[in-house]
């Protein structure tokens, strides 16, 4: 691993955005290498072995790159993959699950969180347990959103519109509590923001893509592995297009 390598992020689409844009903000002089796994999008209504299993392809094509470190850019795969990537690769990974639990046990402790994720995440029930094991002690509303991310990778703002009202409709009691926040569960639901504060004037989102930008910022300087030239770039993978390979890990408990 060279310094001046790139820094890959992989999520199943355009939910890797909303990283991006937090990681470049942090780290401005780095260059990113972006993948998107259209293939096997949506991650998160996925059954588990197969999230794993699009998460070994994905690093397996990566590692045949020039890359120093990785961001699972994915909640869902941050919460079912990453256990067992970490245990077989051994570059600096980064993924969305502890630094969003610790941006709630740090700035969010007694806070109302109304928890906006995948049916994948939900399933695997990982953040709340590690948020409240940080310091977290305030309320904690999952709240499926099974077809978000399929309807953002279409880029409709008339649906955008539709799932946020429907949302707002089904929990209007729920969102008339004091301390109510909004946490962005997946990456591509920032992507939504705009609609959701033009519906909801009055309470916070909280997107922690700038959480993971942070944490990726340390793991690099601990390591010595920041930049030592001013050259940024981005660079995409798109749609690659490789098949999952069939694994016998099962996820961690």
Same mark, same amino acid.
């Given at each position: 691993m060279?310094?001046?390598?790139?820094?890959a992020l992989y999520? *199943?689409g355009?939910?890797v955005? *909303?990283v991006?844009?937090?990681?470049?903000?942090v780290l401005p002089n780095? %260059?990113?290498?972006i993948?998107?796994?259209?293939?096997n +999008? =949506?991650y998160g209504? %996925?059954?588990? $072995?197969?999230?794993?299993n699009a998460?070994?392809?994905?690093?397996s094509?990566?590692?045949k +790159? %020039?890359i120093?470190a990785?961001?699972?850019?994915c909640h869902?795969s941050?919460?079912?993959?990453?256990p067992?990537?970490?245990k077989h690769?051994?570059?600096?990974?980064?993924?969305? /699950?502890?630094?969003?639990a610790? /941006?709630l046990?740090?700035?969010y402790?007694?806070?109302?969180?109304?928890?906006?994720a995948?049916p994948a995440s939900?399933h695997?029930?990982?953040l &709340?347990p590690?948020?409240?094991?940080?310091?977290?002690?305030g309320?904690f509303?999952p709240?499926?959103?099974?077809?978000w991310?399929a309807?953002i990778e279409?880029?409709?703002?008339r649906?955008?519109?539709?799932?946020?009202?429907?949302f707002?409709?089904?929990h209007?009691?729920?969102?008339?509590h004091?301390r109510v926040k909004?946490?962005y569960?997946?990456?591509h639901? =920032?992507?939504?923001?705009?609609?959701?504060?033009s519906? /909801?004037?009055d309470?916070?989102?909280?997107?922690p893509? +700038?959480?993971?930008?942070i &944490?990726l910022?340390?793991?690099?300087? $601990?390591?010595h592995?920041? *930049? *030592?030239?001013?050259q940024p770039?981005?660079?995409?993978?798109r749609?690659i297009?490789?098949?999952?390979? =069939?694994? /016998?890990?099962?996820t961690?408990?």
């Amino acid at each position: 691993m060279s310094r001046d390598g790139a820094i890959a992020l992989y999520d *199943s689409g355009r939910g890797v955005e *909303s990283v991006l844009s937090a990681c470049r903000s942090v780290l401005p002089n780095e %260059k990113w290498l972006i993948l998107q796994d259209k293939l096997n +999008q =949506p991650y998160g209504t %996925k059954c588990d $072995q197969t999230i794993i299993n699009a998460g070994f392809s994905c690093f397996s094509h990566l590692m045949k +790159q %020039k890359i120093k470190a990785v961001v699972v850019a994915c909640h869902t795969s941050s919460a079912i993959a990453l256990p067992n990537l970490r245990k077989h690769f051994a570059l600096p990974i980064v993924g969305m /699950l502890r630094p969003t639990a610790r /941006l709630l046990a740090d700035q969010y402790t007694h806070d109302r969180i109304v928890w906006l994720a995948t049916p994948a995440s939900i399933h695997a029930d990982r953040l &709340e347990p590690l948020a409240r094991q940080l310091g977290f002690s305030g309320e904690f509303h999952p709240i499926v959103c099974s077809e978000w991310a399929a309807c953002i990778e279409r880029g409709r703002v008339r649906d955008h519109k539709r799932l946020v009202k429907s949302f707002i409709d089904n929990h209007r009691s729920l969102l008339a509590h004091d301390r109510v926040k909004i946490l962005y569960g997946c990456t591509h639901y =920032p992507l939504l923001d705009t609609t959701m504060r033009s519906m /909801l004037v009055d309470i916070e989102t909280i997107n922690p893509a +700038q959480a993971v930008a942070i &944490e990726l910022h340390d793991a690099l300087l $601990q390591r010595h592995m920041l *930049s *030592s030239e001013i050259q940024p770039s981005v660079s995409f993978l798109r749609n690659i297009g490789f098949p999952m390979r =069939p694994r /016998l890990v099962t996820t961690l408990g």
